[in-house]
């Protein structure tokens, strides 16, 4: 992967990015995203984040070799720290993070949002909470998206807020949306989750330590869910 070719992964989250936006690509590792983007004609400006020294000038580089500093700014700062007033953001994609961090991130920046934005969000594991806060703040869900790449499944998704919007505690685990299309890989990742769960029972079931009830009840639970999911 290089700023000329993304991984399918970040192809895929390319693809919800508006035409012409203005984005704030957070956790911008090299900075490859938002490069191939303006490259491709496809945003207007890019902010590009990063929290950590390495990957800052990482991106710098990534940015400066392409004679794109008018085009994209690099910022070292702590999330969505990385986005100014005067930035005019109309998109912001966080990717390969875990989603309890892209959640922290998130609340912790709320206030450099203006709630316009598209959120373009991919979480690896921890989606249930994520979608979670973007309930409990008024974002609909309105793509997703899962996502087979080296043996990993990823997903992606995509929210704009809109005001009060309700998910089931089953729609939030699975995804609303990802229930409803069933795609093939969906239906494979969600069977192997199965496998995994019940061999976690099974093992929780053997363990000789106290294992806290809510915790095997919660695995319980999924399991009936992801076995209703299937049938």
Same mark, same amino acid.
């Given at each position: 992967?290089? /700023?000329?070719?993304?991984?399918?992964?970040?192809?895929?989250? &390319?693809?919800?990015? $508006?035409?012409?936006?203005?984005?704030?690509?957070?956790?911008? =590792?090299?900075?490859?995203? #938002?490069?191939?983007?303006?490259?491709?004609?496809?945003?207007?400006?890019? *902010?590009?984040?990063? *929290?950590?020294?390495? $990957?800052?000038?990482?991106?710098?580089?990534?940015? &400066?070799?392409?004679?794109?500093?008018?085009?994209?700014?690099? %910022?070292?700062?702590?999330?969505?720290?990385?986005?100014?007033?005067?930035? !005019?953001?109309? &998109?912001?994609?966080?990717?390969?993070?875990?989603?309890?961090?892209?959640? !922290?991130?998130? !609340?912790?920046?709320?206030?450099?949002?203006?709630?316009?934005?598209? @959120?373009?969000? /991919? #979480?690896?594991?921890?989606?249930? #909470? @994520? %979608?979670?806060? @973007?309930?409990?703040?008024? +974002? %609909?869900? @309105?793509?997703?998206?899962?996502?087979?790449?080296?043996?990993?499944? +990823?997903?992606?998704?995509?929210?704009?807020?809109?005001?009060?919007?309700?998910?089931? =505690?089953?729609?939030? +685990?699975?995804? #609303?949306?990802?229930?409803?299309?069933?795609? $093939?890989?969906?239906?494979?990742?969600?069977?192997?989750?199965?496998?995994?769960?019940?061999?976690?029972?099974?093992?929780?079931?053997?363990?000789?330590?106290?294992? $806290?009830?809510?915790?095997?009840?919660?695995?319980?639970?999924?399991?009936?869910?992801?076995?209703?999911?299937?049938?």
């Amino acid at each position: 992967m290089n /700023q000329h070719t993304l991984s399918q992964r970040l192809e895929r989250v &390319a693809a919800h990015i $508006p035409a012409g936006a203005r984005l704030a690509d957070i956790g911008s =590792d090299h900075a490859y995203l #938002p490069v191939a983007l303006i490259h491709r004609g496809a945003i207007a400006a890019a *902010v590009a984040g990063e *929290v950590a020294a390495t $990957p800052f000038y990482a991106a710098n580089r990534t940015v &400066a070799d392409n004679g794109l500093t008018q085009h994209i700014t690099v %910022r070292l700062a702590d999330g969505l720290a990385a986005i100014q007033a005067g930035d !005019d953001i109309t &998109a912001v994609s966080l990717c390969g993070m875990g989603g309890e961090t892209i959640r !922290d991130i998130l !609340d912790s920046g709320k206030a450099r949002l203006n709630g316009r934005e598209r @959120l373009i969000l /991919q #979480p690896n594991g921890g989606e249930q #909470p @994520l %979608r979670q806060w @973007l309930m409990s703040n008024g +974002y %609909r869900i @309105l793509h997703e998206e899962l996502l087979l790449e080296n043996r990993f499944y +990823y997903e992606i998704i995509v929210a704009e807020r809109v005001g009060a919007v309700t998910y089931t =505690d089953e729609q939030l +685990y699975f995804g #609303p949306l990802q229930m409803q299309a069933r795609s $093939p890989v969906f239906v494979a990742k969600w069977q192997r989750m199965l496998r995994q769960k019940r061999k976690t029972l099974a093992s929780l079931e053997q363990a000789r330590q106290a294992v $806290p009830e809510q915790k095997v009840q919660e695995i319980v639970q999924q399991v009936k869910w992801i076995d209703q999911l299937l049938a």
